[in-house]
Each structure stands twice: as structure tokens, then as C-alpha cells.
């Protein structure tokens, strides 16, 4: 397959680790860590896209230390910026001229029902570009979120 015939669902990654919009900016730094991914998508409970966070927009926000990022939501990191979508039939052409164009390294792909289907990353593309990819670009139904569930670890104490 040519990558001039490409399109987003053919090198998008279709397991994503995301993130609710009510979690804070450490959970969604832990988990991207965790993951080893530099973007994660902020959905609602229905699937519904609310945005894409990167790495560099947590650490921007970083101040304060781990405490003051437990007490905002990741919904005002993304609030108002503009997030760059395409379907999941849009040309790969189509796809890496609007990353370039909005200067972000992931832009999500949506099904007609406006549910995530999908993330094509730079890492997609550059996958895409050295011929190493072989998604189906058919059956769309098979996006998975990944799940971590953390949970603090109070710290022992000796008798």
C-alpha cells in the first residue's frame, strides 16, 4: 500500500489510555508516563471528545508542586483551545497537513456519531512514512482504552 493512498484509520492507534475530564492534571501525567505515550485524549463518559492533552500542556500548567495538580480538573487545560479532528476515512496527506497547520503532535479521529475512534500521532505518521504499518482500515469497532487504576500507597509505619 502506497502511503499516497493512505488514510487515518489505516495508521491511527485505535488502543488509547484516556482520561475523564474531572481527573487532575498528575493522574493524566501518570498515566501518560505510565503508558509511555506524549498524548492523551479527554472524554466524557459517553466517548465524547472534550480534547487532547499533551505532555508539554501539563508540564506548562506544572506549578506548585503535585498537590496543586491534584486540585484542578484536566477540562481547564484543554478548555477553549482548539482541537483539529478528522474521520477516519480523511487521506494521511489530508491528516499530517492539519498537524502541521495547528502544530499539534496527535489529532483524534471521529466516527460519525462523534465518538473517538482513533489517534493518529506523529509516531503514527513517521510509522506510516517507513512503510511499518498494517492496521486494517475496515472494522473500526475494536478501539480499546486502556486502564490503569492507581491508588495511593499510605506509607508504612513501625511499631
Do not use: N, Y
Not at 55 to 75: C, I, M, Y
Not at 82 to 99: F, I, K, N, Q, T
Not at 133 to 157: M, N, S
Amino acid at each position: 500500500m502506497s502511503v499516497e493512498t493512505m488514510i487515518a484509520s489505516e495508521v491511527m492507534t485505535r488502543t488509547l489510555v484516556t482520561v475523564e475530564p474531572e481527573e487532575s492534571p498528575l493522574m493524566a501525567w501518570e498515566l501518560m508516563w505510565r503508558a509511555g505515550v506524549h498524548h492523551i485524549p479527554v472524554v466524557d463518559a459517553c466517548c465524547r471528545l472534550v480534547g487532547v492533552l499533551g505532555r508539554e500542556d501539563v508540564a506548562a500548567h506544572w506549578s506548585g508542586g503535585p498537590a496543586e495538580q491534584t486540585r484542578t480538573e484536566v477540562r481547564t487545560l484543554v478548555q477553549g483551545r482548539r482541537c483539529p479532528r478528522v474521520a477516519p476515512d480523511a487521506p494521511l496527506s489530508e491528516v499530517a497537513a492539519l498537524m502541521t497547520d495547528a502544530d499539534c503532535g496527535a489529532v483524534p479521529v471521529l466516527g460519525p456519531d462523534d465518538v473517538l475512534r482513533g489517534l493518529v500521532s506523529t509516531a503514527d505518521v513517521l510509522m506510516a512514512l517507513a512503510g511499518r504499518t498494517t492496521r486494517p482500515a475496515g472494522d473500526l469497532t475494536d478501539v480499546k482504552g486502556g486502564l490503569f487504576h492507581l491508588e495511593p500507597v499510605p506509607p508504612v509505619t513501625c511499631p
